[in-house]
């Protein structure tokens, strides 16, 4: 059967973009988008196109060409539902905060929220794909739900994970390295890749069985995590012997073996899906009592947060054992850049150690909002919403955010700041000026030769 109508719930970071590029390559599919979130629904429909709610290179333009054409926006579930004949479930799938597997297994009740929905609206039969990333073997709890559902409608379950990186996802959903399929029905399985097939090349669609499908994207999560962990461990060494870390990366990355990609030292990864997949990793595998699979995954975040907390505990100390009255800018505070993400960026954890030691922070980043980030703060709930406001003035023209300041701690790596005129900005900052690049951005001799104390990872 040749799929007419979609249906995606979720119009998240990927329901939309995912969505956007599908309805581009396929202008004889229909493809409503649906949300529980009318306010996002409202932004994905907002005819200005620079509020739309994500930020992505490229996606306003493709959004412009479809949005009302094949592509749209609604808070109608149910219609949407019921007049697809393939589903697209693309809802968050966060750590859970509550009761078992608190702080590491996948909350699925907005999965399973919509396996219920599905079951109830559906008359006619459906295949129902598996968008979010997902525990191995969460397509069986699906089709327990679905097939209980007292009709006679058939349902086919695949599971479709997406690879795209934020920042770059319409390049990486354009050109994806592959599209995985993992199903049980070549008529299901045949249905969707017919659609990837318009524009992605056959032999980079790979089908599998579902349960390999559900946990290779855990899996690839994973291994791209442990390496920045990796290359993150021998950061702390190269601080303490010369060694460089950019040069031993570099070597070692021109091993075909080994690779280039995902070997850039930071002040710790951040994003939706590295922490939460790997915790949930973790947990699968202890549900398994797998404790030596389960300890080994873990150590990747152990590795993660202890190069967060080092970042900080290392401009604390450089700056005489105190931070307390002392002005620190953060320079970006999305989770990387080319994106208005915020979620788990190590910004927010760095933000908060030098609260704690009642530094005054002044933030810049080119996307995130205000709101947003004392949002973050007050999500940790260190302290009252008060004490954050009072903490951290966010601004909206960098060179406010350097005035007077102490130090300057870069935590995403925006274009933008490698172009400022950093003698102008060291004239304006207390002496010493201390520059502490959790990005490694700027280039270390220009920094050192302007007269700035200048730190960076691994060098
Ligand atoms: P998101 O939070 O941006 O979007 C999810 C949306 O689903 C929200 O707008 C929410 O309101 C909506 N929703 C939740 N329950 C609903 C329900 N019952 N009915 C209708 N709408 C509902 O999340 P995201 O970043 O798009 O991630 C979605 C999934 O994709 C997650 O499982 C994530 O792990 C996975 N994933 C994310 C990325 C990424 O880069 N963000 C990449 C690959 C995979
Ligand atoms: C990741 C995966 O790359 C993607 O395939 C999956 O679908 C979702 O999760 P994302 O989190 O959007 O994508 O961005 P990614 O580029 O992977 O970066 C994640 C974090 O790692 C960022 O904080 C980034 O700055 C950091 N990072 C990345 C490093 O510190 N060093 C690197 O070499 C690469």
């Not at 939706?272 to 995954?297: G, R």
């Not at 208005?340 to 933030?363: C, F, G, M, P, W």
Request: negative net charge; glycine residues 6%; proline residues 3%.
């Amino acid at each position: 059967m040749s799929i007419k109508n979609i249906c995606c719930i979720g119009a998240g970071y990927v329901g939309g973009p995912t969505m956007a590029v599908i309805a581009k390559n396929n202008p004889h599919i229909n493809i409503t988008i649906v949300d529980i979130n009318a306010d996002r629904i409202a932004a994905w429909n907002d005819s200005d196109l620079s509020k739309l709610p994500i930020f992505e290179p490229g996606l306003s333009e493709i959004v412009k060409a479809t949005r009302n054409k094949n592509l749209f926006f609604s808070t109608d579930i149910n219609t949407a539902i019921d007049k697809s004949e393939m589903i697209f479930i693309s809802v968050n799938t966060p750590t859970k905060t509550y009761g078992k597997g608190k702080g590491m297994a996948a909350d699925l009740k907005y999965i399973e929220l919509c396996a219920r929905n599905i079951a109830e609206i559906a008359k006619t039969d459906k295949i129902v794909v598996e968008k979010s990333t997902l525990p191995v073997r969460t397509a069986e709890a699906i089709k327990s739900i679905l097939d209980n559902s007292g009709s006679d409608v058939k349902f086919d379950i695949l599971s479709n994970p997406e690879f795209l990186a934020e920042g770059t996802a319409i390049e990486d959903l354009l050109n994806p390295d592959r599209v995985l399929i993992g199903g049980e029905s070549d008529y299901a399985i045949e249905s969707l890749a017919s659609i990837y097939a318009s524009w992605v090349p056959e032999d980079k669609i790979l089908r599998t069985n579902v349960w390999s499908s559900e946990l290779s994207k855990l899996t690839a999560n994973a291994f791209l995590a442990q390496r920045i962990s990796s290359i993150n461990s021998i950061s702390e060494i190269c601080e303490h012997t010369e060694a460089n870390v950019n040069e031993v990366a570099k070597a070692i990355g021109m091993d075909s073996r080994i690779g280039s990609k995902f070997l850039k030292a930071s002040v710790g990864f951040g994003g939706s899906c590295f922490q939460k997949d790997i915790l949930n990793l973790v947990y699968i595998a202890k549900s398994y009592n797998l404790n030596e699979v389960a300890d080994y995954w873990e150590q990747v975040i152990i590795m993660n947060d202890h190069q967060k907390r080092r970042f900080s505990d290392r401009l604390i100390k450089t700056l005489y054992n105190t931070v307390s009255g002392k002005k620190i800018s953060m320079l970006g505070w999305s989770f990387k850049k080319d994106t208005n993400d915020t979620r788990e960026s190590a910004a927010i954890y760095v933000a908060d150690h030098l609260l704690s030691e009642q530094a005054k922070i002044s933030v810049y980043d080119p996307k995130v909002s205000s709101r947003k980030i004392q949002t973050d703060l007050n999500y940790l709930g260190t302290r009252t919403e008060e004490e954050n406001k009072e903490g951290v003035e966010c601004v909206d023209s960098p060179y406010d955010a350097l005035v007077d300041a102490h130090a300057i701690a870069i935590m995403t790596e925006w274009d933008e700041f490698k172009t400022y005129d950093w003698e102008t900005i060291y004239t304006k900052m207390k002496k010493p000026a201390f520059i502490f690049d959790g990005r490694n951005l700027l280039d270390k001799s220009e920094m050192i030769k302007i007269g700035f104390e200048y730190y960076s990872i691994g060098q």
